[in-house]
């Protein structure tokens, strides 16, 4: 999916939807990194520059990734940065009966896969192998029939994004072991709490596709996206919990803040970490945000 210049509905897209509901929704895989951090950052600050309201889910629902400490980890490092959140934490895991009833909505669409990850390791997009084969659903992965849609949207950041010339390809709502996939589950979560803004990072772009098709074969309204640069190593890596990122040292959360700040386009005063949140609400403005997938910055990295 490549993000082009916005030159269809200019401004649509640009503005965020009233009555403002915004959320962050990390996976409880490990602490927060600083890409993470500004993920957070970034939504919080929409939501607040906007009136808005600002939730938490955790997307516990990958459990063999999920580390039974990172969601007190994370909380603690939203507290510590000054990023509270309204009314209680969401798990993705309570939400399991809308799962399902979404899942049996898109019946009619989805059929039995059996293929294994190597088996379609190589192809960009699901080669159709299972489609005619009428597998049963027990056991095996459920697959939408996404066609040849290829759906387009204007990004708050990166603009106007299409899918074409690549289409989506068949995509799995429900996994072999039973539960939702991620793209199925974030869709339902996010409507189960009447989230219409979403902001997160851009390696999420290509995932997007996918959660639009669903919303609109659900009848779902879909929310705005804004997409915010992921931060790279200067090497051009992605930070993550895989290639151990540093987690956030919250006894520097004023200084974590002000690179967040500043990779974001902005270049607060040094503070209280309050006194910073206040003067970025002020200041925010999603249109200095840099467009792009990656932001590179300078942290040590502990290997
Ligand atoms: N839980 C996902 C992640 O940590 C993000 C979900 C989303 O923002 O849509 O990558």
Known sequence: MTPRSAHLREDNGKQPAADYVGRFAPTPSGPLHIGSLLSAVASWLDARAGSGTWLV???????????????????????????RWDGPVHRQSDNQDRHVGAISQLDARCFACGCTRRELRGHDQYPGTCRDRGLRRDGNALRVRAGLAAPEFVDRVQG???MSPRTVGDFIVRRRDGFASYPLAVVVDDLAIGVNNVVRGADLLDNTAEQLLLMRWLGMEAPTYAHVPVVVEASGVKLSKHNRATAIDNRWA?????????????????????????????????????????????FAIDR
């Open 57 to 83: 889910r955790i997307d516990d629902l990958d459990t063999p990734r999920v580390d039974p400490d990172a969601e007190s980890a994370i909380l603690a490092t939203l507290e510590s940065h000054g990023l």
């Open 160 to 162: 106007y994004v299409d």
């Open 254 to 298: 004023a200084h974590n803040l002000a690179a967040v700040l500043s990779l974001l386009g902005f270049d607060p005063p040094l503070g209280q970490v309050e006194t910073m949140l206040a003067w970025a609400v002020d200041e925010w403005n999603i249109a200095r945000v840099p467009r792009g997938a990656t932001v590179t910055g300078f």
